[in-house]
């Protein structure tokens, strides 16, 4: 499985990005697809997932409410959607899939990493 995460960039504080990761692989839908953050400093921190079936998504309260995962089989793709965004939100974001179940947010229990792209929050 390879993936290829896009759509960083600068925006102010409370302006919207919106993310997406392409994934080579034929079985996409057997996949649990999520979000991962890093910050300068600190650990890579669970952000979002979505279940294979598209209808369970997870978030960590930092960005519930302001961010929303979806994917769509069709492209192979998972996006993030980032509105109300806050100078901390600020880190490379990290696209990720396990084969299985969603109940997982650990990073350990994803198998396959993107390459990360850099989110900068201006104040």
């Known amino acids: 499985v390879q993936l290829q995460a896009s759509g960083g960039g600068l925006v102010q504080t409370g302006g919207s990005l919106r993310l997406s990761c392409a994934a080579s692989v034929r079985t996409f839908g057997t996949y649990t697809m999520a979000w991962f953050r890093q910050a300068p400093g600190k650990d890579r921190e669970f952000v979002a997932n979505i279940a294979r079936s598209s209808s369970i998504t997870y978030y960590a309260d930092s960005v519930k409410g302001r961010f929303t995962v979806s994917r769509d089989s069709a492209k192979n793709t998972v996006y993030l959607q980032m509105n109300s965004l806050k100078p901390e939100d600020t880190a490379v974001y990290y696209c990720?899939?396990?084969?299985?179940?969603?109940?997982?947010?650990?990073?350990?229990?994803?198998?396959?990493w993107g390459q990360g792209t850099q989110v900068t929050v201006s104040s």
């Open positions: 990720a899939a396990r084969g299985g179940s969603h109940y997982y947010i650990g990073r350990d229990e994803y198998d396959y």
